[in-house]
């Protein structure tokens, strides 16, 4: 069995309960689904591609311990959270003034592609940060990954290594259903100003409901 060669305890519970935690709905991928929304596929992957940097590095600094501060610094804690909290506010202002615009304007210019035309909105860019201020996540990685690393392995960084691919292929799959789900309202809303202003004010809501939930968080 592969597992046990790997220094995985439970592969299985492994599998299911990253399932069930790549469903659950967050900031990365809400943000991930309002680009494919907005900008179609290849903007969506590339908001996704910032996702799956900023678990990398996360899983990365959880492996290596370094994560585990934030559990013991309370002071730390407080200040990334507060950052995420800010930058997550930060984008709802930004994407309700969007909105507002777009109401405002009437039907959008298009592009090229058939798309809204918009300014540059780097979304890899955005996502990465959305994914490194989040202390929540990494406290997750930390209690989610160690309980399934057999600490006497004695190469333990291949087990993260094959836990953390299998989170970068199920977040790749779920993330790239969303996209082409998104993207296929890209076009059908694209002209309909009051679809697609309410569909973004409805996002910086749900963004400001994010930043709040992150601002009262705890390390327990």
Known sequence: MISPVLGVTDMRTYLIGLVFIILLPGPNSLYVLSVAARRGVRTGYAAACG???????????????????????????????FLGAGYLGWLAVGLMR????????????????GLPA????????????????????????IAFFVQFVDPSYSRPWLS???LGTLVEIASFC?????????????????????VSAGGTSLVGLVFLAFAFKLATATAT
């Open 118 to 141: 918009v300014a540059v909105e780097r979304p890899y860019r955005r996502a990465l940060v959305i994914s490194l201020l989040n202390p929540k996540a990494i406290l997750f990685f």
């Open 51 to 81: 996702v799956f940097t900023g678990d990398a590095v996360l899983m990365f600094l959880s492996a290596i311990g370094i994560a585990s501060l934030l559990r013991t610094n309370a002071t730390l804690f407080t200040l990334v959270k």
């Open 160 to 162: 993260f290594l094959l």
């Open 174 to 194: 779920y993330l790239s259903s969303l996209i082409f789900f998104g993207s296929s309202l890209a076009r059908v809303i694209a002209r309909r100003r009051a």
């Open 98 to 113: 969007a909105a507002w615009r777009r109401w405002r304007e009437g039907v959008a210019p298009l592009d090229e592609d």
